[in-house]
């Protein structure tokens, strides 16, 4: 509850009178944003991006490198953004007991999370539409009761500009080629997909990691030791979107090894688009995009023998990386223009309830 951003924002309706407003996630303006705009009578939308209504941490994984899961227990909170400090960690490795009976009696911290949980639940509340990219995303918000009248699923669309036959058609390899698009970051679980080449040492394929390596230097560290002098994975550093048809026309399969739930991956869609399978974590929205066995393949989160066993179905199994492939060409995501359609829907119906009750 961002009382500076609320009474700017304040400002702002009064000059601009808006017909509606719609926040995009919330991490950054906070439910203040929301809040300021029913109090003054206009209609609100909200997407979901993430789990920060729900998680402090954004991610719902802890910093224990847990999973976190519903119901949202506010001394759990507590305790799991005091351990980003290093000295609670140490503390709780080296006297576990003694520090689960320390965050159970820190009734401050937790009133906090409470109180979080019951604002940010009320500003839901009062949304005149909650839309989410995914199914998964939805419930989540749905089980953890924190739901407006309307909640609405709307994937993300994309445009990709006219593809043709060529740029679609794959470049011809002697190996397998397994792509990684993404954040250079622990959660979403490179680590694992290395882990599961590295034990594949007598594989012909090879790894090509995009992503930024100086966001997370540390871990880009850990990711290079674990390399070491395998050739076979290669770090390939940052990518403009325009050279997105150029990089997935060389690659046979991508892999999102994510450890956190995701919502709706934009690496998946991207893929799917250019008719390329996808091996992701059978967990949140992952899977409910990877259609087993027809668009790609899911393997347990964060089971680096799990992903191993199913990349190698793709170097034994004479004609499974084809169907896949198929199966990819099938599921290519909404246009802009369709997502746009739907939203601008939702938008005139907002509108006209609010019109109608004024």
């Not at 700017?8 to 009178?17: I, P």
């Not at 509606?20 to 809040?35: D, K, N, P, R, W």
């Not at 680590?191 to 012909?204: E, G, T």
């Not at 090509?208 to 002098?229: C, F, H, S, V, W």
């Amino acid at each position: 509850d961002n009382r500076w951003i609320g009474e700017h924002l304040q400002e702002l309706f009064a000059a601009e009178r808006p017909d509606l407003f719609h926040l995009i996630s919330g991490y950054l303006l906070t439910g203040s944003a929301l809040q300021i705009a029913q109090d003054a009578g206009i209609p609100t939308v909200l997407t979901l991006t993430d789990f920060w209504f729900l998680c402090r941490r954004i991610s719902m994984l802890r910093t224990d490198g847990t999973i976190s899961t519903l119901p949202i227990d506010p001394f759990r909170c507590a305790r799991c953004l005091g351990e980003e400090k290093r000295r609670f960690q140490w503390l709780y490795h080296a006297a576990p007991v003694i520090m689960e009976q320390y965050w159970k009696a820190q009734n401050t911290y937790a009133g906090y999370f409470a109180a979080r949980y019951d604002y940010l639940r009320h500003v839901i509340s009062r949304v005149g539409a909650v839309i989410s990219p995914s199914q998964f995303l939805k419930q989540m918000y749905v089980s953890a009761q924190m739901t407006a009248p309307r909640m609405l699923f709307l994937r993300q669309g994309h445009q990709f500009g006219s593809m043709t036959p060529d740029q679609l058609e794959k470049s011809t390899s002697s190996v397998l080629r397994i792509g990684y698009l993404g954040q250079i970051a622990h959660l979403k679980g490179v680590h694992v997909l290395v882990d599961a080449v590295r034990s594949m040492s007598q594989a012909s394929l090879e790894v090509r990691l995009y992503g930024d390596p100086t966001m997370n230097p540390a871990y880009t560290a850990e990711l290079q030791r674990k390399i070491g002098d395998d050739r076979r994975i290669k770090l390939m550093g940052v990518y403009e979107r325009n050279q997105l048809t150029t990089i997935l026309r060389d690659l046979d399969v991508v892999v999102v090894p994510s450890i956190w739930y995701e919502n709706s991956p934009n690496v998946i869609l991207e893929a799917f688009a250019h008719h390329t399978p996808v091996i992701a974590s059978d967990f949140g929205g992952m899977a409910e995009l990877v259609d087993n066995g027809k668009n790609g393949l899911r393997f347990l989160v964060g089971d680096v023998s799990a992903l191993a066993s199913v990349l190698k179905r793709l170097t034994c199994e004479p004609g499974l990386l084809s169907e896949l492939s198929r199966g990819a060409a099938n599921s290519t995501p909404p246009t802009i223009d369709q997502e746009i359609e739907q939203l601008i829907a939702v938008y005139e119906s907002l509108i006209n309830v609010s019109e109608s009750q004024a």
